[in-house]
C-alpha cells in the first residue's frame, strides 16, 4: 500500500477533479448519515421518502458543491493540508448554511402557512458538523498516509538528505515547500533550541535539540541544512557553517517573509549561505517615524545615485515617498537602477539626470531647476590603486566635485547635505583616502564660512559627514573579486596575511546614513560602528569553503604584497579625535581636529591653480605634495608620493 503511495507521490498531484468527485460523494454520505441519526429521534418526518427529505437532499447536494467550487477548496494539494485549507472549507461550509436557512425562512414567510419549514433546521445544523468533519478526516488521512509512506522511504529517488534547523512557521513553510517541490527531498529532521519541542514530532517529522547538532551533522547522513529561523547570530551561523564544512554538508538559508511571494515560501527562495550571513551583524531597525519627519515627501538628491550605497540609498528613500533626484554620471548603471525601480517600486517618485559633479554650470542648471531640499552625496572615486596613479582625476571628483555640490546646496537653501565619507580618511595613507579627508574639510569650511556670513552665526543648510569602512558586495569590493576568482579554479589573491578591513552590509550602510541623517544639528562627523575588523585572508578562506572547495588544496591563495598607498590596518578615528554617543548605540559622533577656515583656503586656491595649468609630468606630484600639507596626517605607504614625506 505504501508503496503504491509513493509511486502515487512520485507521479505529482491527484487531478482537482477527482478530489471535487470524492468532496461530492462525502457530501452525499454526510446528508445521509444526517438523516439517518435525526430519524432514530424523530418520528415526525420519514427520512428519506417524504417531501422534506427530498428537498433537503437536492439542495444541500448542489448548494454545498457550489460552494466547495466557489472556494477553491478541490484546488487545494491535499497532501499538505494545512490550517488554513480547513478554514476555508469551514467558510464554504458556513456560507452553505446560511444559504439553505435563508431558503428555509423565505419559504416558511411566502408560503403563506407561516408554520412548516421547507426543511427541518435540526437537518441543516447536524449535517454542517457531518460534512465539515468527513472533509477534514478524508485530508487529514490522506496527509497522514502521504507522510507515512515518505518517511518509511518507500522510493529511493527521494535522495536529498535534509536536516532544517529551525522549528517555528519559517522551519514548517520550509518543510512544505520541499515536499511540494519538483526536486526529491527527504527530511530527516529538524533542529532547534526549544527543549520543549525534542523528541515530539511536526508533520511526522522529528524534532532534535540543537546540544545534539554536531552529532547529528557527524552521523546522521546529511546531504544539507536549512537554516529557516531569524533567531540566530551571524556567530552561530558561522559555527554550523564550519561543522557542516567539516562534514561535506550544503548549507542553505531561508530569507524573511517579507520577501516570500504572496506570503508564500518556495524552494527557489531557498539559497546558499552567503559571506554576507557569516559576517554581517544584527540587523538594524531603523527609527522609521523619525526618518519619515525629515524626510518624508521632500524632493531629496542622490549623487552617484547608480553606486553600490547611492542606489542603496534610493531604495531605501523609497519607504518614505519622496521625489528622488537620482544623479550619476554612469549611463549604464543608472539605466539599471532605473529599470528596477520600475519593477519593484511603482510607486516612487523620481527623475533620472545624468551629469557630472565636476561640471559646475551644469550642477547649477539642476539646482535651479528641482530645487532639492536634501542632498545625499555618494558620488567618488573610492579605487585605492587607481587613484594612486590618478590624483589629477582624484582631486577633480573627490575634492572639487564635492565642493560644487556643497556649495550650490547651500546657495539654493537644501536643508541638509550628507557626505558619505570613509574610513580611509583616518590617518590616510593613500591618495584616495587623503582626498576623502580633503573633502571633508572643505564641506566644513563651506559650513564655517556660511556661518560668519550670518549675523545669527547659523547657515541654513545643515551640513553632515558619515563615516564607514567597505561595505560587503559594493561594486569593486573584495568579495565580487574573490567569487570571479574562485570561479574561474583560482588562484585567490590577498595582498597580505595580516590585512584587515572593516565591513559592513550595503543595506546597514545605508540605514545608518538616513539614520544619521535625523539627528544631524551641522558640523558634526557621524562613525558607524564597524564591529570586529576581519582578516582578508580568513575572508577568502570562508569563501572558498562555501564554494565547497578546500583552500590551498583545491584553490591556492597567492599572496601579492601591499599595493600602493595600501595599509595593514584601517582606523576610524584620528589620534586627535575621540567620540560622544549619540541616541543610536550604533552611531558615534567624532570629535574632529580643527583646522583653520583660512587654512583651507589656501590650500584649496593653490589646487585650484594647479589643475589648472597644462597637465605635465609633475602636476600629480603638485597635488599630493599640496594634499599632505593641508592633511597632515597623510603619509604615503607604499608609493611614489613617500618622497613628499621626508621633505
Same mark, same amino acid.
Given at each position: 500500500?505504501?508503496?503504491?503511495?509513493?509511486?502515487?507521490?512520485?507521479?505529482?498531484?491527484?487531478?482537482?477533479?477527482?478530489?471535487?468527485?470524492?468532496?461530492?460523494?462525502?457530501?452525499?454520505?454526510?446528508?445521509?448519515?444526517?438523516?439517518?441519526?435525526?430519524?432514530?429521534?424523530?418520528?415526525?418526518?420519514?427520512?428519506?421518502?417524504?417531501?422534506?427529505?427530498?428537498?433537503?437532499?437536492?439542495?444541500?447536494?448542489?448548494?454545498?458543491?457550489?460552494?466547495?467550487?466557489?472556494?477553491?477548496?478541490?484546488?487545494?494539494?491535499?497532501?499538505?493540508?494545512?490550517?488554513?485549507?480547513?478554514?476555508?472549507?469551514?467558510?464554504?461550509?458556513?456560507?452553505?448554511?446560511?444559504?439553505?436557512?435563508?431558503?428555509?425562512?423565505?419559504?416558511?414567510?411566502?408560503?403563506?402557512?407561516?408554520?412548516?419549514?421547507?426543511?427541518?433546521?435540526?437537518?441543516?445544523?447536524?449535517?454542517?458538523?457531518?460534512?465539515?468533519?468527513?472533509?477534514?478526516?478524508?485530508?487529514?488521512?490522506?496527509?497522514?498516509?502521504?507522510?507515512?509512506?515518505?518517511?518509511?522511504?518507500?522510493?529511493?529517488?527521494?535522495?536529498?538528505?535534509?536536516? @532544517?534547523?529551525?522549528?517555528?512557521?519559517?522551519?514548517?513553510?520550509?518543510?512544505?515547500?520541499?515536499?511540494?517541490?519538483?526536486?526529491?527531498?527527504?527530511?530527516?529532521?529538524?533542529?532547534?533550541?526549544?527543549?520543549?519541542?525534542?523528541?515530539?514530532?511536526?508533520?511526522?517529522?522529528?524534532?532534535?535539540?540543537?546540544?545534539?547538532?554536531?552529532?547529528?551533522?557527524?552521523?546522521?547522513?546529511?546531504?544539507?541544512?536549512?537554516?529557516?529561523?531569524?533567531?540566530?547570530?551571524?556567530?552561530?551561523?558561522?559555527?554550523?557553517?564550519?561543522?557542516?564544512?567539516?562534514?561535506?554538508?550544503?548549507?542553505?538559508?531561508?530569507?524573511?517573509?517579507?520577501?516570500?511571494?504572496?506570503?508564500?515560501?518556495?524552494?527557489?527562495?531557498?539559497?546558499?549561505?552567503?559571506?554576507?550571513?557569516?559576517?554581517?551583524?544584527?540587523?538594524?531597525?531603523?527609527?522609521?517615524? *523619525?526618518?519619515?519627519?525629515?524626510?518624508?515627501?521632500?524632493?531629496?538628491?542622490?549623487?552617484?545615485?547608480?553606486?553600490? @550605497?547611492?542606489?542603496?540609498?534610493?531604495?531605501?528613500?523609497?519607504?518614505?515617498?519622496?521625489?528622488?533626484?537620482?544623479?550619476?554620471?554612469?549611463?549604464?548603471?543608472?539605466?539599471?537602477?532605473?529599470?528596477?525601480?520600475?519593477?519593484?517600486?511603482?510607486?516612487?517618485?523620481?527623475?533620472?539626470?545624468?551629469?557630472?559633479?565636476?561640471?559646475?554650470?551644469?550642477?547649477?542648471?539642476?539646482?535651479?531647476?528641482?530645487?532639492?531640499?536634501?542632498?545625499?552625496?555618494?558620488?567618488?572615486?573610492?579605487?585605492?590603486?587607481?587613484?594612486?596613479?590618478?590624483?589629477?582625476?582624484?582631486?577633480?571628483?573627490?575634492?572639487?566635485?564635492?565642493?560644487?555640490?556643497?556649495?550650490?546646496?547651500?546657495?539654493?537653501?537644501?536643508?541638509?547635505?550628507?557626505?558619505?565619507?570613509?574610513?580611509?580618511?583616518?590617518?590616510?595613507?593613500?591618495?584616495?583616502?587623503?582626498?576623502?579627508?580633503?573633502?571633508?574639510?572643505?564641506?566644513?569650511?563651506?559650513?564655517?564660512?556660511?556661518?560668519?556670513?550670518?549675523?545669527?552665526?547659523?547657515?541654513?543648510?545643515?551640513?553632515?559627514?558619515?563615516?564607514?569602512?567597505?561595505?560587503?558586495?559594493?561594486?569593486?569590493?573584495?568579495?565580487?573579486?574573490?567569487?570571479?576568482?574562485?570561479?574561474?579554479?583560482?588562484?585567490?589573491?590577498?595582498?597580505?596575511?595580516?590585512?584587515?578591513?572593516?565591513?559592513?552590509?550595503?543595506?546597514?550602510?545605508?540605514?545608518?546614513?538616513?539614520?544619521?541623517?535625523?539627528?544631524?544639528?551641522?558640523?558634526?562627523?557621524?562613525?558607524?560602528?564597524?564591529?570586529?575588523?576581519?582578516?582578508?585572508?580568513?575572508?577568502?578562506?570562508?569563501?572558498?569553503?562555501?564554494?565547497?572547495?578546500?583552500?590551498?588544496?583545491?584553490?591556492?591563495?597567492?599572496?601579492?604584497?601591499?599595493?600602493?598607498?595600501?595599509?595593514?590596518?584601517?582606523?576610524?578615528?584620528?589620534?586627535?579625535?575621540?567620540?560622544?554617543?549619540?541616541?543610536?548605540?550604533?552611531?558615534?559622533?567624532?570629535?574632529?581636529?580643527?583646522?583653520?577656515?583660512?587654512?583651507?583656503?589656501?590650500?584649496?586656491?593653490?589646487?585650484?591653480?594647479?589643475?589648472?595649468?597644462?597637465?605635465?609630468?609633475?602636476?600629480?606630484?603638485?597635488?599630493?605634495?599640496?594634499?599632505?600639507?593641508? *592633511?597632515?596626517?597623510?603619509?604615503?605607504?607604499?608609493?611614489?608620493?613617500?618622497?613628499?614625506?621626508?621633505?
Amino acid at each position: 500500500m505504501l508503496q503504491l503511495i509513493g509511486k502515487v507521490m512520485y507521479k505529482r498531484y491527484i487531478s482537482p477533479w477527482l478530489i471535487m468527485a470524492i468532496d461530492g460523494m462525502l457530501v452525499v454520505f454526510s446528508i445521509f448519515f444526517t438523516g439517518w441519526i435525526l430519524n432514530i429521534k424523530e418520528t415526525w418526518f420519514n427520512f428519506p421518502f417524504d417531501n422534506y427529505s427530498i428537498r433537503f437532499i437536492l439542495l444541500t447536494f448542489f448548494v454545498t458543491i457550489f460552494c466547495i467550487f466557489s472556494f477553491r477548496i478541490h484546488r487545494s494539494i491535499i497532501r499538505y493540508s494545512s490550517f488554513s485549507d480547513m478554514l476555508r472549507i469551514l467558510g464554504a461550509l458556513v456560507f452553505t448554511n446560511v444559504v439553505l436557512l435563508a431558503i428555509n425562512y423565505i419559504y416558511k414567510y411566502t408560503s403563506g402557512q407561516g408554520l412548516e419549514d421547507f426543511f427541518p433546521k435540526q437537518l441543516i445544523i447536524t449535517n454542517f458538523f457531518v460534512t465539515y468533519i468527513l472533509l477534514f478526516m478524508f485530508r487529514m488521512f490522506v496527509r497522514w498516509l502521504f507522510e507515512k509512506a515518505y518517511h518509511n522511504g518507500t522510493d529511493s529517488r527521494f535522495t536529498i538528505k535534509t536536516f @532544517i534547523f529551525g522549528a517555528g512557521h519559517t522551519g514548517i513553510a520550509t518543510a512544505n515547500a520541499l515536499l511540494s517541490s519538483d526536486t526529491k527531498y527527504y527530511i530527516k529532521g529538524f533542529l532547534d533550541d526549544d527543549k520543549t519541542l525534542t523528541g515530539r514530532t511536526i508533520q511526522g517529522i522529528k524534532v532534535w535539540n540543537t546540544d545534539k547538532e554536531e552529532y547529528i551533522l557527524k552521523y546522521k547522513d546529511i546531504d544539507q541544512l536549512i537554516i529557516a529561523t531569524g533567531r540566530i547570530s551571524n556567530e552561530r551561523k558561522a559555527k554550523i557553517f564550519e561543522l557542516c564544512y567539516q562534514n561535506n554538508i550544503k548549507v542553505l538559508t531561508v530569507p524573511r517573509v517579507k520577501y516570500w511571494v504572496d506570503g508564500k515560501l518556495s524552494e527557489n527562495n531557498i539559497k546558499e549561505i552567503q559571506i554576507e550571513d557569516l559576517l554581517g551583524r544584527k540587523e538594524i531597525k531603523p527609527n522609521t517615524d *523619525v526618518i519619515k519627519n525629515v524626510l518624508g515627501g521632500k524632493r531629496i538628491l542622490v549623487s552617484g545615485a547608480a553606486g553600490s @550605497i547611492g542606489s542603496e540609498i534610493v531604495r531605501q528613500l523609497t519607504n518614505y515617498n519622496p521625489t528622488i533626484l537620482l544623479l550619476d554620471n554612469a549611463e549604464t548603471p543608472l539605466f539599471n537602477i532605473e529599470n528596477e525601480l520600475k519593477e519593484k517600486y511603482p510607486h516612487a517618485e523620481y527623475q533620472i539626470i545624468i551629469a557630472d559633479i565636476r561640471n559646475k554650470k551644469h550642477l547649477e542648471d539642476i539646482f535651479m531647476k528641482y530645487r532639492p531640499q536634501i542632498v545625499f552625496h555618494a558620488a567618488a572615486y573610492k579605487h585605492v590603486p587607481m587613484m594612486e596613479r590618478e590624483p589629477y582625476e582624484a582631486v577633480l571628483t573627490n575634492v572639487f566635485g564635492t565642493k560644487n555640490i556643497a556649495e550650490l546646496s547651500l546657495k539654493y537653501s537644501a536643508e541638509r547635505f550628507i557626505m558619505i565619507s570613509t574610513d580611509k580618511a583616518v590617518n590616510p595613507t593613500n591618495v584616495m583616502g587623503a582626498t576623502k579627508r580633503y573633502a571633508e574639510m572643505v564641506v566644513k569650511n563651506i559650513e564655517n564660512l556660511s556661518k560668519l556670513q550670518n549675523s545669527n552665526n547659523n547657515t541654513s543648510t545643515l551640513f553632515t559627514i558619515t563615516r564607514f569602512g567597505n561595505v560587503l558586495g559594493s561594486n569593486g569590493s573584495v568579495i565580487p573579486t574573490f567569487k570571479k576568482q574562485i570561479a574561474s579554479g583560482g588562484p585567490v589573491t590577498v595582498t597580505h596575511k595580516e590585512i584587515t578591513r572593516y565591513f559592513m552590509t550595503i543595506a546597514e550602510a545605508a540605514r545608518l546614513v538616513l539614520e544619521a541623517v535625523t539627528m544631524g544639528n551641522g558640523g558634526e562627523i557621524f562613525l558607524f560602528d564597524m564591529g570586529q575588523p576581519i582578516k582578508i585572508d580568513d575572508l577568502a578562506r570562508k569563501m572558498i569553503k562555501l564554494s565547497g572547495l578546500e583552500p590551498e588544496k583545491d584553490i591556492e591563495i597567492k599572496y601579492s604584497g601591499l599595493r600602493a598607498g595600501e595599509k595593514l590596518y584601517e582606523e576610524l578615528l584620528t589620534n586627535k579625535e575621540n567620540t560622544l554617543p549619540t541616541y543610536h548605540k550604533k552611531i558615534f559622533i567624532a570629535k574632529s581636529e580643527e583646522c583653520s577656515n583660512i587654512e583651507i583656503q589656501k590650500y584649496l586656491d593653490e589646487l585650484q591653480q594647479i589643475i589648472e595649468k597644462p597637465f605635465d609630468q609633475n602636476t600629480n606630484m603638485q597635488i599630493v605634495k599640496n594634499i599632505k600639507c593641508l *592633511v597632515k596626517t597623510f603619509k604615503s605607504n607604499n608609493s611614489e608620493f613617500a618622497v613628499l614625506d621626508t621633505e
